[in-house]
């Protein structure tokens, strides 16, 4: 199967920034997507940031000229930097891949475990 693993996360500061990293591994033949995805106590998750073909991507409104996302297709990993972090950025963040196992198989949608980011002072 696909392993998705996130690291990056920890506690920031308010207007601070931190990498968040997530490597797709194991049984990949290739990967549509990998998208950003967060989730704050009590609330339900919510996309963050979408990777697209042709280096299209997307993001949720409260994220826009902060966050950035980026893939390195060789590496199948996908990035997201997050600039002048606010404490309502405080949440799990998951990243999320499509993935084909092999050239005959449908796309399979993966997670990760999650890493927790935290903007406090």
């Known amino acids: 199967q696909v392993q998705l693993v996130e690291s990056g996360g920890g506690l920031v500061q308010p207007g601070g920034s931190l990498r968040l990293s997530c490597a797709a591994s194991g049984s990949i033949w290739s990967i549509n997507s990998m998208d950003w995805y967060r989730q704050a106590p009590g609330k339900q998750r919510e996309l963050v940031a979408a990777s697209r073909s042709g280096g299209r991507a997307n993001y949720a409104d409260s994220v826009k000229g902060r966050f950035t996302i980026s893939r390195d297709n060789a590496r199948n990993t996908v990035y997201l930097q997050m600039n002048s972090l606010k404490p309502e950025d405080t949440a799990v963040y998951y990243c999320?891949?499509?993935?084909?196992?092999?050239?005959?198989?449908?796309?399979?949608?993966?997670w990760g475990q999650g890493t927790q980011v935290t903007v406090s002072s």
């Open positions: 999320n891949a499509e993935v084909k196992l092999n050239k005959w198989s449908q796309y399979s949608t993966f």
